[in-house]
């Protein structure tokens, strides 16, 4: 757990590293405690972005902190709704729901993204890409 468990920045966590980018968990009970959420900042690279996937069981959501890219989500009979989103949009991934997003803007695209409940970010340890990055300062 850091230091001081309720202010927390990206730099202050170990994070999540991919081929596609990094994801720092800024709230999740091994951070700080929080119970029944978790979340943090996601940094996609020009160009990159995260393939297709579901987290069973947990709702989503994805707040665009700055640049542009195109976000997938299946709707409620399994077909594929894909709409470009920007800097200060919401998205809603429902329960288990099927959802991938790609930055299709010149510089980095930073999200901020909230698991409920808390759980569904540590199946990504299992991932072949996986290398856990130390914290930044």
């Given at each position: 757990?850091v230091k001081d468990n309720y202010f927390i920045y990206p730099e202050d966590?170990?994070?999540?590293?991919?081929?596609?980018?990094?994801?720092?968990?800024?709230?999740?009970?091994?951070?700080?405690?929080?119970?029944?959420?978790?979340?943090g900042v996601v940094e996609l690279p020009s160009g990159e972005g995260h393939?297709?996937?579901?987290?069973?069981?947990?709702?989503?959501?994805?707040?665009?902190?700055?640049?542009?890219?195109?976000?997938?989500?299946?709707?409620?009979?399994?077909?594929?709704?894909?709409?470009?989103?920007?800097?200060?949009?919401?998205?809603?991934?429902?329960?288990?729901?099927?959802?991938?997003?790609?930055?299709?803007?010149?510089?980095?695209?930073?999200?901020?993204?909230?698991?409920?409940?808390?759980?569904?970010?540590?199946?990504?340890?299992?991932?072949?890409?996986?290398?856990?990055?130390?914290?930044?300062?």
């Open positions: 757990m966590v170990s994070a999540f590293g991919f081929d596609w980018g990094k994801l720092s968990l800024t709230v999740a009970p091994e951070v700080n405690g929080a119970s029944r959420f978790s979340g393939s297709r996937h579901n987290h069973p069981g947990a709702e989503e959501i994805i707040f665009v902190i700055s640049g542009e890219g195109e976000q997938m989500v299946e709707d409620e009979h399994g077909d594929p709704v894909t709409r470009r989103v920007a800097s200060g949009c919401t998205i809603y991934i429902p329960e288990s729901r099927f959802h991938s997003t790609k930055n299709t803007g010149g510089g980095p695209m930073l999200l901020f993204v909230v698991y409920s409940p808390a759980g569904p970010e540590l199946a990504l340890r299992g991932l072949p890409d996986f290398r856990l990055l130390p914290q930044r300062r």
